[in-house]
């Protein structure tokens, strides 16, 4: 009796035993990748030597940083468009949408496998696939054909009942659980949807709650793929593709959640975090400056023509600024189609890129103090661009109702169309590049933004260093390495990046740094949670960073910093924190020890005490920080 996910799973094993806990490799049939993460990941590919990738099927798309007021992204682009055609990868060209949007519309299967330097790769999920987000140095493996490495999740069944009222959506059901179980809620778990209420959500409404089982922190989230997946990759004209999978029946799980669909109401997650999870009914004074709808989250069809059912015939609140972007631009010739374009026109919406845009900062930052609704997956603390804003999360109902009235509204109190006009069929794949039928004569593209990677050293026996900052819970790859217009674009250009590290948090971090010839970074849970960003691993790595000391790791954060030779430590007594100052001077002793025992011990040199700290790494983790990480530990063994 397997659930979905070991089936799947099984399939893929190369090594170890599907037992929650246990390490385990497995094969990956698809890649992707997106801009902000890609070029490095290429980088790293050429590093290895790869000539052709070796998956069945590795996508690069251009999404985060679309903007070209510069040489810098143009440099970027033009690089990722002739590395995918020399390499054997399918190029995405800027405009054609985000990468999950088209990821699922054109190329996620039932029963394969995805890895994506992004961590809301899990969208494609939705279509009964195992999809999951982890560095960039992660996916150049996999297209290298090395196996993905991962500890075996546990599988948590959540199963729904019943059904969705009016004006209640697959958002709310996402923000339920994040309500429920925190930030923290999903780590080292896979959350498999079952029941009678997943067969009343379509793929899209799916997609919408796969992609923020990110936020929970969850390795993945998986739906079976049925009738509705059929119709769906039939609309696509993909249903070859399609091959019904589900769980055996009485099926076993390590844990169940039950959520009756019928008995949610509109939530919104409150300034600053995705677990922050409040009823609209408890938020209704709010006044809104800002409504951003899109993402990856919510800019399928189904919800741009929710949006425009709400605004038929309407005028938005004139304080408010509405924005609609749109996931990929096949929904988009849809909107024209429908002619539900014209009614975000005639309403007063701005209409924006099919792109990732405001959700990375990227344009649209809200007034100063500003508060704006969006349909997006994370408010932390600075994404938008402006600090003092206050983000709220919200389903795409729930904006298009808020961006009428001017305050934070109910959309169940209001009577629109629950139906729409049926999915038009329009494929078009003229900018999805496929690779060079002869890569020997493709040349790539190396403008000035693209730099060399930079190299890191080998571990030393004892690490001793100054601790140059020191952090609450929560920290995001966010505040680590910032996204946004001012930064994204030097995400190839590490020197100049490692400038912005901890840019909110500290001023002159990497001052702090070369002054003090690297250090030890100090944080308390969760830290690194957010992104699959590697620059939040790799910028500090440049700066010197040896070890991270924390209460507690995300998931692909804590993979980033092994891949690049930063020893990931755990407090034994979470208490042992408090202790620790800024610029303490710490000694980790005998780092070779950690292939006998997962121990070790700390000294504080300044304070003249000492603690333990342990680590949950494997021995080929070990040999990959000895060497100062993957890169350097794939050449050695070549
Ligand atoms: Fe893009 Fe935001 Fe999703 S940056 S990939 S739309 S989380």
């Given amino acids: 009796m397997e659930n979905l996910t070991q089936k799947i799973l099984k399939e893929h094993l190369i090594k170890g035993e599907l037992k929650a806990g246990s390490p385990i490799e497995i094969r990956m049939d698809q890649t992707l990748t997106q801009d902000a993460t890609g070029t490095m990941a290429y980088m790293q590919l050429e590093a290895m030597g790869v000539d052709q990738v070796k998956t069945d099927l590795s996508v690069s798309y251009v999404d985060h940083n679309t903007l070209q007021n510069g040489f810098m992204n143009a440099d970027d682009h033009a690089y990722l468009q002739s590395v995918a055609a020399k390499h054997g990868i399918y190029f995405s060209k800027p405009g054609n949408g985000i990468c999950h ?12 496998t995805l890895i994506g330097s992004d961590s809301h790769t899990p969208t494609s999920s939705a279509m009964g696939m195992i999809a999951i987000g982890a560095g960039g140095l992660d996916v150049a493996k996999a297209m290298a054909g090395i196996p993905y490495r991962l500890t075996m999740p546990e599988v948590l069944e959540v199963r729904l009942t019943g059904q969705l009222q009016h004006g209640v959506s697959a958002k709310d059901i996402i923000l339920e659980l994040l309500r429920r179980l925190t930030v923290k809620g999903g780590v080292g778990k896979v959350f498999e949807y079952t029941g009678e209420g997943v067969k009343t959500l379509s793929v899209y409404q799916r997609a919408t709650i796969t992609n923020m089982g990110a936020e929970l922190g969850a390795t993945t989230s998986i739906f079976p793929s049925d009738e509705i997946t059929k119709e769906f990759l039939t609309r696509q004209n993909r249903v070859k593709d399609w091959q019904p999978l589900a769980a055996d029946p009485g099926a076993s799980y390590d844990g169940l959640v039950e959520i009756d669909l019928s008995q949610l109401s509109p939530l919104a997650a409150c300034p600053n975090s995705p677990d922050a999870v409040k009823p609209i009914s408890a938020l209704s004074q709010i006044k809104v400056d800002q409504v951003a709808i899109g993402s990856c ?10 949006v425009a059912n709400v605004l038929k015939g309407k005028t938005i609140n004139p304080n408010v600024s509405l924005v609609i972007s749109p996931g990929s631009r096949q929904v988009l010739e849809k909107l024209i189609e429908t002619g539900a374009l014209s009614v975000f026109i005639k309403a007063g919406a701005r209409i924006l890129e099919c792109a990732c845009g405001p959700c990375i900062g990227m344009g649209q930052s809200p007034k100063s103090d500003g508060i704006s609704l969006r349909t997006f997956n994370r408010n932390f603390y600075g994404r938008s661009g402006t600090l003092s804003a206050g983000i709220y999360l919200v389903s795409p109902e729930t904006a298009a109702v808020s961006a009428l009235t001017g305050y934070i509204s109910d959309p169940t109190q209001l009577d629109y169309e629950d139906t729409f006009t049926a999915e038009p069929i ?14 020997e004569d493709v040349e790539i593209i190396r403008g000035p933004n693209i730099k060399p990677l930079p190299q890191n050293t080998k571990m030393t026996e004892n690490i001793d260093k100054k601790v140059v900052i020191k952090l609450p819970d929560n920290i995001t790859t966010d505040h680590i390495a910032p996204a946004g217009a001012k930064v ?16 909110n948090n500290k001023e002159h971090f990497d001052q702090i740094c070369k002054a003090n010839n690297g250090g030890i970074i100090v944080a308390g849970e969760n830290y690194g949670q957010g992104s699959s960003r590697e620059h939040a691993a790799l910028a500090p790595m440049y700066l010197g960073i040896k070890a991270v000391l924390a209460k507690s790791f995300a998931r692909i954060h804590h993979a980033n910093l092994i891949n690049f030779g930063i020893l990931p430590l755990e407090f034994v007594d979470k208490a042992d924190y408090d202790a620790i100052d800024e610029m303490d001077e710490l000694e980790v002793v005998n780092v070779p020890g950690l292939y006998e025992q997962p121990i070790i011990e700390v000294k504080d040199l300044t304070k003249n005490k000492s603690f333990k700290a342990t680590t949950q790494l494997t021995k080929e983790d070990l040999d990959i920080l000895m060497d100062g990480g993957a890169l350097n530990y794939i050449r050695n063994h070549q």
């Fill in 101 to 112: 949007q088209v990821h699922l519309e054109r190329f996620a299967t039932p029963g394969k």
């Fill in 297 to 306: 989250t919510n800019s399928g069809y189904e919800d741009m023509m929710k």
């Fill in 426 to 439: 329009f494929i078009d794949d003229s900018m999805i590049l496929p690779p060079s039928d002869h890569p």
């Fill in 488 to 503: 994204l674009p030097y995400r190839s250009n590490i020197e100049k990046l490692s400038t912005f590290v901890f840019m």
